[in-house]
């Protein structure tokens, strides 16, 4: 898996070792909401490169989990996750954001990607790129299952991602809306094709902040509404770690 590989991922001496279970956050500030919430659970800071990691461990729950984020962008991304992996994570849900190509498919929405089309360049680095690989199955019906319980009404489907949001076009959006796709991010391709070359679970969670759909481009995630359901999203998928990373 790693012949000819110079740099591999690894623990280092002195890096924690931990949770199996964990919450990737995205972006600057998601990581943040999830650090300031476990630190009050008495969840301890540990360095990570270029990001945060704030951990919960045995001895201080009957549920013990990491967050860890920001981490903006493929690159970065599938570094960050490379390095959780290394260190024990398995079972990592993702949250970020997401553009709507879809008009089904508005600002605070919920969108669980299943698959991705990939316009990144860091996933064809990876055996098994352009296969049509996507989140986990069982911990995208938990989430699910999760969301409707909680009075959400999360959508499931195929997600495009991009290296370069200042060049997304209308011919883009439209081609991509006829293949069934329903959103953009820069993540989801490239963290999903990491996941199952390092066999792990992953799924990841997105909240929709702007639109493309639209005849110009419609930006939400300065809104109040948007806003307040970003930060409601977060300390929900916090607060049911227990269920959602769940063994069964």
Same mark, same amino acid.
């Given at each position: ?140 019906? %938990? ?54 070359? +390092? ?28 806003? +307040?359901?970003? %930060? ?17």
């Amino acid at each position: 898996m790693t012949d000819g590989i110079l740099i591999n991922p690894q623990s280092e001496p002195g890096d924690p070792r931990l949770p199996s279970n964990g919450f990737f956050n995205i972006l600057p500030s998601q990581a943040r909401q999830a650090d300031q919430w476990l630190s009050q659970l008495g969840g301890k800071p540990k360095f990570l490169f270029n990001s945060h990691l704030r951990l919960l461990t045995e001895k201080d729950s009957p549920n013990p989990f990491f967050v860890a984020g920001p981490a903006v962008g493929a690159p970065m991304a599938v570094m960050t996750l490379e390095k959780l992996i290394a260190l024990g994570a398995t079972k990592v849900i993702v949250y970020g954001w997401c553009g709507s190509l879809h008009p089904e498919l508005k600002t605070g929405d919920i969108l669980l990607p299943t698959t991705a089309l990939s316009e990144e360049g860091t996933s064809s680095h990876y055996p098994g790129h352009g296969q049509d690989l996507g989140s986990s199955p069982k911990l995208r019906e %938990k989430l699910v299952n999760l969301l409707y319980r909680e009075g959400w009404t999360p959508r499931e489907g195929r997600i495009w991602t991009t290296d370069a949001p200042y060049r997304e076009t209308r011919d883009k959006v439209n081609r991509y809306t006829a293949q069934g796709i329903l959103a953009v991010d820069m993540e989801f391709s490239a963290i999903t094709t990491v996941a199952r070359f +390092r066999n792990i679970e992953l799924a990841a969670v997105m909240l929709v902040s702007d639109e493309l759909w639209r005849t110009t481009w419609q930006p939400g995630y300065k809104n109040k509404n948007f806003i +307040r359901k970003d %930060k409601t999203l977060i300390s929900l998928l916090l607060e049911h770690n227990p269920i959602l990373f769940k063994n069964e």
